[in-house]
């Protein structure tokens, strides 16, 4: 699949080199897990609950799932849409399709019609798995749109309660599996972007480069058999997933306690039952955990580090936590895309508060430029550009989009504005897509503008993120409306989004009325002007 029009490889010579300098070890998802099992044996590699689950039967429940899958007709090559829950069945479920040779595309517990039925049809997954129901939504309606929105579907496989679906977990009387041979340099699975456009987009990541993000991450995070890792944030996401997160934690012998909700009252209970040393949060995930501990922090006696990533981090907050949570902080900037930075640990206290690491990978090429791609010196603020053993090279299925977003050259545009420092570290100073980050979560403006402008009653509209204390932005929705302004339009506004199929996170905090949209002297609309305005006015 590696030459596959659907996926962009890296040019020949330079994915030898990562082969030569042992960055890509020729080792699949399936043979990674064995070579675990094989060496932790009976260590517990997953907690749920009371329920503890080995390394060993770890491996054994990914044979059993590939073989359930298999079984349901799926196989090498295909595209399955993954939403589940944090639950233990979401590691079954990745390993045993990486085993088989199918890849996943981990959906988020939030997403609704609108990106799931586009990530089968675009994608045209043979496959869809969810649960039941998961915070008072059941998602088997859910399963029957998309179904008959994407012909590919052959099977929905449920969690719980199946319906007229497949259940989710293998019979008894399964015939056992037989390993297929799987190739590191395949596709393993797909994360997705924030979608600066308004369609999300499908990274495709190997074997290869994404265990090499595992392995080194976990290297540089001192992880060890004694790490014990709170999985708060959803498992999908790529944060808590691969950097080091929950891989990287297996990686290294140790123990991922999984949170099915990342709320002090059920976090911090379960650092105290199971000693956890380190998790991983958003900051407005972590101001919330600060409030908590200010009233009572006994229960964290063993955390030892909190990573935070996703969203900008205040100095000013990130000082708090040694004081609040007797943790050290370590800071994380990445990317599904690929490029992760680490403030490593120990370091220096204003290199850790101020700046946002430095990236994994000797081979990592980061580029500083200006609006014409001129490349800037330390210390001055411009467009991050990247490239590197565990960077994509092109989006799924996204040949315009890719012509705009990489270099002929093949280094990535960001999208972020970065400074860097004389010695490699970067300062994430805040984003030049058009992109609203609401709590670690990137809504594309261009998305819900669109969606509003399919309403009778609106005439323009233009979404931007406004500063806010516990989410790092909230959205704001500034609408033209077609005539009048009548009671109760923000609310049939908002109706009409959700009826749309669109995350709860998409609905904007706020909607404003103006009776004409600012715009620039080019003729767009001025957004600067907007944000200015949402600032001013009260909530």
Same mark, same amino acid.
């Given at each position: 699949?590696?030459?596959?029009?659907?996926?962009?490889?890296?040019?020949?010579?330079?994915?030898?080199? %990562?082969?030569?300098?042992?960055?890509?070890?020729?080792?699949?998802?399936?043979a990674?897990?064995?070579?675990?099992?094989?060496?932790?044996?009976?260590?517990?590699?997953?907690?749920?609950?009371?329920?503890?689950?080995?390394?060993?039967?770890?491996?054994?429940?990914?044979?059993?799932?590939a073989?359930?899958?298999?079984?349901?007709?799926?196989?090498?090559?295909?595209?399955?849409?993954?939403?589940?829950?944090?639950?233990?069945?979401?590691?079954?479920?990745?390993?045993?399709?990486?085993?088989l040779?199918?890849?996943?595309?981990?959906?988020?517990?939030?997403?609704?019609?609108?990106?799931?039925?586009?990530?089968?049809?675009?994608?045209?997954?043979?496959?869809?798995?969810?649960?039941?129901?998961?915070?008072?939504?059941?998602?088997?309606?859910?399963?029957?749109?998309?179904?008959?929105?994407?012909?590919?579907?052959?099977?929905?496989?449920?969690?719980?309660?199946?319906?007229?679906?497949?259940?989710?977990?293998?019979?008894?009387?399964?015939?056992?599996?037989?390993?297929?041979?799987v190739?590191?340099?395949?596709?393993?699975?797909?994360?997705?972007?924030?979608?600066?456009?308004?369609?999300?987009?499908?990274?495709?990541?190997?074997?290869?480069?994404?265990?090499?993000?595992v392995?080194?991450s976990?290297?540089?995070?001192?992880?060890?058999?004694?790490?014990?890792?709170?999985?708060?944030?959803?498992?999908?996401?790529?944060?808590?997933?691969?950097?080091?997160?929950?891989?990287?934690?297996?990686?290294?012998?140790?123990?991922?306690?999984?949170?099915?909700?990342?709320?002090?009252?059920?976090?911090?209970?379960?650092?105290?039952?199971?000693?956890?040393?380190?998790?991983?949060?958003?900051p407005?995930?972590?101001?919330?955990?600060?409030?908590?501990?200010?009233?009572?922090?006994?229960?964290?006696?063993?955390?030892?580090?909190?990573?935070?990533?996703?969203?900008?981090?205040s100095?000013?907050?990130?000082?708090?936590?040694?004081?609040?949570?007797?943790?050290?902080?370590?800071q994380?900037?990445?990317?599904?895309?690929?490029?992760?930075? %680490?403030?490593?640990?120990?370091?220096?206290?204003?290199?850790? %508060?101020?700046?946002?690491?430095?990236?994994?990978?000797?081979?990592?090429?980061?580029?500083?430029?200006?609006?014409?791609?001129?490349?800037?010196?330390?210390?001055?603020?411009?467009?991050?550009?990247?490239?590197?053993?565990?960077?994509?090279?092109g989006?799924?299925?996204a040949?315009?989009?890719?012509?705009?977003?990489?270099?002929?050259?093949?280094?990535?545009?960001?999208?972020?504005?970065?400074?860097?420092?004389?010695?490699?570290?970067?300062?994430?100073?805040?984003?030049?897509?058009?992109q609203?980050?609401?709590?670690?979560?990137?809504?594309a403006?261009?998305?819900?503008?669109?969606?509003?402008?399919?309403?009778?009653?609106?005439?323009?509209?233009?979404?931007?993120?406004?500063?806010?204390?516990?989410?790092?932005?909230?959205?704001?929705?500034?609408?033209?409306?077609?005539?009048?302004?009548?009671?109760?339009?923000?609310?049939?506004?908002?109706?009409?989004?959700?009826?749309?199929g669109?995350?709860?996170?998409k609905?904007?905090?706020?909607?404003?009325?103006?009776?004409?949209?600012?715009?620039t002297?080019?003729?767009?609309?001025?957004k600067?002007?907007?944000?200015?305005?949402?600032?001013?006015?009260?909530?």
């Open positions: 699949m590696t030459a596959a029009p659907d996926f962009t490889p890296w040019p020949a010579e330079v994915a030898q080199l %990562y082969r030569d300098l042992g960055y890509w070890q020729g080792e699949p998802f399936g990674w897990l064995r070579g675990l099992a094989a060496q932790y044996g009976r260590r517990t590699a997953l907690v749920y609950g009371e329920q503890e689950v080995s390394y060993r039967d770890l491996d054994a429940r990914a044979d059993r799932q073989a359930h899958f298999a079984a349901q007709g799926l196989g090498q090559g295909d595209h399955v849409v993954v939403q589940l829950p944090n639950t233990p069945k979401f590691f079954d479920v990745l390993f045993g399709l990486t085993r040779g199918a890849q996943p595309i981990l959906a988020l517990p939030a997403h609704r019609q609108s990106e799931i039925g586009y990530f089968c049809t675009h994608a045209e997954a043979a496959a869809y798995i969810v649960a039941d129901r998961h915070a008072g939504f059941d998602y088997r309606p859910l399963a029957r749109a998309v179904q008959a929105q994407a012909p590919s579907l052959r099977r929905v496989f449920v969690l719980g309660e199946p319906e007229e679906f497949v259940p989710l977990t293998p019979p008894d009387d399964l015939a056992p599996f037989s390993a297929l041979a190739s590191a340099s395949d596709l393993a699975l797909f994360q997705l972007s924030g979608g600066s456009t308004g369609t999300p987009k499908l990274i495709g990541r190997t074997h290869d480069d994404y265990l090499y993000s392995r080194a976990a290297e540089i995070c001192g992880l060890s058999p004694e790490t014990v890792y709170l999985a708060a944030l959803p498992l999908a996401h790529n944060f808590p997933l691969s950097s080091p997160g929950t891989l990287g934690v297996l990686h290294a012998g140790g123990q991922v306690v999984i949170a099915p909700q990342p709320t002090p009252d059920v976090a911090f209970d379960l650092i105290r039952r199971r000693g956890v040393t380190m998790t991983a949060l958003v407005a995930l972590l101001l919330v955990w600060l409030q908590a501990a200010r009233r009572d922090r006994s229960a964290l006696g063993s955390l030892a580090r909190v990573q935070v990533g996703g969203a900008p981090l100095p000013d907050v990130a000082r708090q936590v040694p004081e609040v949570l007797g943790a050290e902080v370590q994380v900037f990445g990317m599904a895309e690929g490029l992760v930075n %680490y403030v490593r640990p120990g370091a220096d206290p204003d290199a850790a %508060y101020t700046t946002q690491g430095r990236p994994i990978s000797p081979h990592d090429e980061v580029r500083v430029v200006d609006d014409q791609d001129r490349d800037l010196p330390d210390g001055t603020p411009g467009h991050l550009l990247t490239r590197g053993p565990y960077t994509i090279r989006y799924f299925r040949p315009d989009h890719n012509a705009r977003a990489f270099t002929p050259d093949g280094f990535y545009r960001t999208g972020d504005i970065v400074t860097r420092w004389p010695d490699g570290a970067l300062t994430v100073s805040g984003r030049h897509k058009d609203v980050n609401r709590g670690g979560e990137k809504i403006a261009e998305e819900i503008e669109y969606a509003l402008l399919g309403h009778p009653q609106v005439q323009n509209a233009a979404l931007v993120g406004v500063p806010d204390p516990l989410l790092g932005e909230r959205s704001c929705a500034f609408v033209q409306p077609d005539g009048p302004v009548t009671p109760g339009l923000t609310l049939t506004l908002k109706r009409h989004l959700h009826s749309l669109l995350a709860a996170y609905i904007p905090d706020r909607i404003e009325f103006l009776p004409e949209l600012p715009r002297a080019f003729g767009k609309i001025d600067p002007a907007l944000r200015a305005l949402a600032q001013a006015r009260p909530v």
